[in-house]
C-alpha cells in the first residue's frame, strides 16, 4: 500500500514569505506528526494529532508555524514569514492508533529559505 | 538540553562483524525506546524497539538491549553488511501510545566490503 506522502519535495523561497508543506498520512492511521531535522540535528518534534483530539503543539518554535488537519486526513505545515534558521528537512509521520508507537515517515520537504 | 544523546558521529565496521551503536538518554520517564534507519533523501524507517519491561528484543541480525539503571540502550547488526551502511537515529518516548519520538542526532554507520 502506499505510504506517507509529502509535497513539495523540495521548496525554495525568500525570507519574510509564508509557505505551506503537505502530507498524506496512512490510509487509516489516526495519529500524524510533524519533525523538523536541521542541519547536523536529529529529528525535533514539531506536533501532533490524535484522532478527534486536541493537537500537541508543544513542539512548535513560534507562533509563524501552524499545523492542520482536516477531515482526519491530510495535514498542512504553514509557516508564516520565514527566516533563514527556518530551514530544514520537515517530516511528516503518521501511526495506527494501537499502543504501538511504530511511526511511519513520508521522504520530507527540504525546505530553504534565502 | 538534549535528553537523547548518541555520543559517536559515526562507526565503521567491516562487512560480516559486529556493528555496536549506543544510545544514552537522561529522561527517566521514557518507557518505549525506538531505532530507525535513514538512508539520504529519505525519511527514516523503523528498525526496532523495546519496552522498558524488557532489557533485550531482538529481530532476525537486530538486537536491542536496554539497561535502565544505565539509562543507555545499544543497537547490535551482526553480520554486517555492505546495505546496512545509512544514519541510525535513537529514539525514546514517554506515556506509552502513539507518543512523540524524541531522536538522538544519529549516528553513520559505514560498512566496508
Known amino acids: 500500500g502506499a505510504g506517507v506522502s509529502q509535497s513539495p519535495s523540495n521548496k525554495v523561497t525568500e525570507k519574510g514569505k509564508d509557505v505551506e508543506l503537505r502530507c498524506d498520512p496512512i490510509?487509516?492511521?489516526?495519529?500524524l506528526y510533524w519533525y523538523r531535522q536541521s542541519l547536523g540535528q536529529g529529528l525535533e518534534f514539531l506536533i501532533y494529532?490524535?484522532?478527534?483530539?486536541?493537537?500537541?503543539k508543544s513542539g512548535l518554535p513560534s507562533d509563524r508555524f501552524s499545523a492542520e488537519r482536516t477531515g482526519g486526513s491530510v495535514s498542512t505545515l504553514t509557516i508564516q514569514r520565514t527566516q533563514q534558521e527556518d530551514s530544514a528537512v520537515y517530516l511528516c509521520?503518521?501511526?495506527?492508533?494501537?499502543?504501538?508507537?511504530?511511526?511511519?515517515f513520508g521522504p520530507g520537504t527540504r525546505l530553504t529559505v534565502l | 538540553d538534549q535528553q537523547v544523546k548518541q555520543n559517536s558521529p559515526s562507526l565503521s565496521v567491516q562487512e560480516g562483524r559486529i556493528s555496536i551503536l549506543n544510545c544514552d538518554y537522561t529522561?527517566?520517564?521514557?518507557?518505549?525506546f525506538l531505532w530507525y534507519k535513514k538512508y539520504p533523501a529519505e525519511g527514516p524507517t523503523f528498525l526496532i524497539s523495546?519496552?522498558?519491561?524488557?532489557d533485550k528484543n531482538e529481530d532476525g541480525r537486530f538486537t536491542v538491549f536496554l539497561n535502565k539503571s544505565a539509562k543507555h540502550l545499544s543497537l547490535h547488526i551482526v553480520p554486517s553488511q555492505p546495505g546496512d551502511s545509512a544514519v541510525y537515529f535513537c529514539?525514546?518516548?514517554?506515556?506509552?501510545?502513539?507518543?512523540?519520538?524524541?531522536f538522538g542526532k544519529g549516528i553513520t554507520l559505514s560498512v566496508r566490503p
Open positions: 509521520a503518521s501511526s495506527l492508533e494501537s499502543g504501538h508507537n511504530e511511526q511511519f
Open positions: 529514539a525514546a518516548s514517554e506515556g506509552g501510545a502513539n507518543s512523540k519520538l524524541t
Open positions: 523495546i519496552s522498558s519491561i524488557k
Open positions: 494529532f490524535q484522532g478527534n483530539s486536541a493537537p500537541d
Open positions: 529522561n527517566s520517564m521514557f518507557d518505549y
Open positions: 490510509s487509516g492511521h489516526t495519529a
